[in-house]
């Protein structure tokens, strides 16, 4: 039970439940009263750590989002859902701010000015000036993601190396020999993109280890990038059969370019990756992928959050999780390629 359900019952908004709980601004004593029957009736008890978080002095929480200038990928804006409905079950505003580049300055006002009672960074980079910024603040701060360093913070991630792995290993025992990994681009791998790093590891060590033959290559975020990634990787590599991508936004691209080339998915040709699942069951044909769990994943970092904030005391929590390969429409057996080899 929570603020929002003691809010639609009592037949006020949850702004006055906050303000009847806390004190901070008067309700009037029959608003009051009608609240208390609520909540005596449904034996509401304010959560500790959410109780001490109301205390401090924002009720604001920042979420440090990738640059404005770049379009949010699906399973980017399914965390950032996640984290504000998460935020406000808790009673808390969520303040967006953009980084990087000549975003900094935002990010900056939000640490040096105190302007929220903690933050939630995604996109985290194995070597992450916003994650030195905050610990050098004394901000209490969770990732979506982490460092090369994952004992210095608290966060929540998707295990990359092993859903790539998987990806290639499900591939594999569909009888596929040469596999390419799409991984995001060029630029932020280069800048140390946790995610791409990781995917990169998973592949090698997969690919040795079933003894394949494989390429990798980085592609922009958008579709038309995946149409010319993949019309590149069938021209220099011929033999090719299938794919094992992170890149969400080019995948559609993808498949435009497999179709142009007169491959049919999955007879002819094959993908596999990790992405939202709406997403990806609402891909033509739907893609066979790790479901990411965004829901769970953005509530979890906030609780995290709150726990820091109540008590900066309080053990760095760390979330690491590889959910299972859905099946679906774009994997199946290897097919020989002798038109193009």
């Given at each position: 039970m929570?603020i929002?359900?003691?809010a639609?019952?009592?037949?006020?908004?949850?702004s006055?439940?906050?303000?009847?709980?806390?004190?901070?601004?008067?309700?009037?004593?029959?608003?009051?009263r009608?609240?208390?029957?609520?909540?005596?009736?449904?034996?509401?008890?304010p959560n500790?750590?959410?109780?001490?978080?109301?205390?401090?002095?924002?009720?604001?929480?920042?979420?440090v989002?990738?640059?404005?200038?770049?379009?949010?990928?699906d399973?980017?804006?399914?965390?950032?859902?996640?984290?504000?409905?998460?935020?406000?079950?808790?009673?808390?505003?969520?303040?967006?701010s953009?980084?990087?580049?000549?975003?900094?300055?935002?990010?900056?006002?939000?640490?040096?000015?105190?302007?929220?009672?903690?933050?939630?960074?995604?996109?985290?980079?194995?070597?992450?000036?916003?994650?030195?910024?905050?610990?050098?603040?004394?901000?209490?701060?969770?990732?979506?993601?982490?460092?090369?360093?994952?004992e210095?913070m608290?966060?929540?991630?998707?295990?990359?190396?092993?859903?790539?792995?998987?990806?290639?290993?499900?591939l594999?025992?569909?009888?596929?020999?040469r596999?390419?990994?799409?991984?995001?681009?060029?630029?932020?791998?280069?800048?140390?993109?946790?995610?791409?790093?990781?995917?990169?590891?998973?592949?090698?060590?997969?690919?040795?280890?079933r003894?394949?033959?494989?390429?990798?290559?980085c592609?922009?975020?958008?579709?038309?990038?995946?149409?010319?990634?993949?019309?590149?990787?069938?021209?220099?590599?011929?033999?090719?059969?299938?794919?094992?991508?992170?890149?969400?936004?080019?995948t559609?691209?993808?498949?435009?370019?497999?179709?142009?080339?007169?491959?049919?998915?999955?007879?002819?040709?094959?993908i596999?990756?990790?992405?939202?699942?709406?997403?990806?069951?609402?891909?033509?044909?739907?893609?066979?992928?790790a479901?990411?769990?965004?829901?769970e994943?953005?509530?979890?970092?906030?609780?995290?959050?709150?726990?820091?904030?109540?008590?900066?005391?309080?053990?760095?929590?760390h979330?690491?999780?590889?959910?299972?390969?859905?099946?679906r429409?774009?994997?199946?057996?290897?097919?020989?390629?002798?038109?193009?080899?």
């Amino acid at each position: 039970m929570n603020i929002g359900e003691i809010a639609k019952r009592s037949g006020v908004a949850r702004s006055t439940v906050s303000y009847a709980l806390s004190g901070k601004r008067p309700v009037s004593e029959e608003t009051r009263r009608r609240i208390q029957a609520v909540i005596d009736e449904l034996g509401y008890r304010p959560n500790a750590a959410a109780k001490a978080l109301k205390e401090g002095r924002t009720h604001t929480i920042g979420l440090v989002i990738p640059p404005a200038s770049r379009r949010l990928t699906d399973m980017q804006l399914g965390f950032v859902a996640s984290v504000v409905d998460a935020a406000a079950h808790a009673d808390l505003d969520v303040l967006l701010s953009p980084s990087g580049g000549e975003h900094d300055r935002s990010f900056e006002r939000v640490v040096g000015g105190r302007r929220v009672d903690g933050v939630i960074v995604m996109e985290i980079r194995l070597e992450d000036d916003r994650v030195t910024r905050l610990r050098q603040a004394g901000l209490p701060f969770v990732g979506i993601g982490r460092t090369s360093r994952p004992e210095e913070m608290s966060w929540v991630d998707i295990d990359y190396e092993k859903l790539i792995a998987n990806c290639v290993h499900h591939l594999a025992d569909l009888g596929h020999r040469r596999i390419a990994l799409v991984n995001r681009s060029e630029e932020l791998v280069a800048a140390g993109y946790g995610p791409g790093h990781r995917a990169q590891a998973g592949f090698t060590h997969a690919m040795a280890e079933r003894r394949l033959d494989g390429v990798q290559t980085c592609c922009a975020d958008d579709a038309q990038s995946g149409v010319s990634c993949v019309e590149r990787l069938l021209e220099e590599h011929p033999g090719l059969t299938a794919i094992a991508t992170i890149n969400e936004a080019a995948t559609p691209g993808m498949y435009h370019a497999l179709a142009q080339a007169g491959l049919v998915v999955p007879r002819d040709f094959s993908i596999a990756g990790v992405s939202a699942r709406h997403w990806a069951e609402n891909l033509h044909p739907p893609l066979t992928a790790a479901d990411v769990p965004a829901d769970e994943l953005g509530a979890r970092a906030v609780e995290m959050l709150i726990r820091l904030i109540a008590d900066p005391t309080t053990p760095h929590g760390h979330l690491l999780v590889a959910p299972p390969i859905s099946l679906r429409g774009t994997t199946g057996p290897a097919r020989a390629q002798d038109h193009r080899s």
